[in-house]
């Protein structure tokens, strides 16, 4: 685990999208949006990246959708080996 995880773990959104994750076990960034409430998607996708960055979430799947290519995001079950 990287220094200062914690923090990182602290910011309301990210508690949010955690939490969501949790609950769900999957979700893509339109439905963690949708969970998240009222934020814009650009700071929706700062957050995603920075727990990325952490290992505390990850991209198990990519589907193409009208040809973009969505992410679904689960939990990092293997962040407690780290520790």
């Known amino acids: 685990m990287k220094p200062n995880t914690i923090t990182v773990m602290m910011h309301p959104i990210r508690i949010r999208i955690i939490q969501e994750l949790s609950i769900k076990k999957t979700a893509t ?7 998240c409430g009222d934020i814009a998607q650009a700071t929706l ?36 080996k780290e520790i």
């Open 29 to 35: 960034t339109k439905e963690l949006q949708l969970a």
């Open 45 to 80: 996708y700062r957050h995603l990246k920075e727990l990325l960055n952490h290992d505390l979430i990850q991209i198990i799947s990519e589907n193409i959708v009208n040809g973009i290519i969505e992410k679904v995001y689960a939990i990092n079950l293997d962040v407690s």
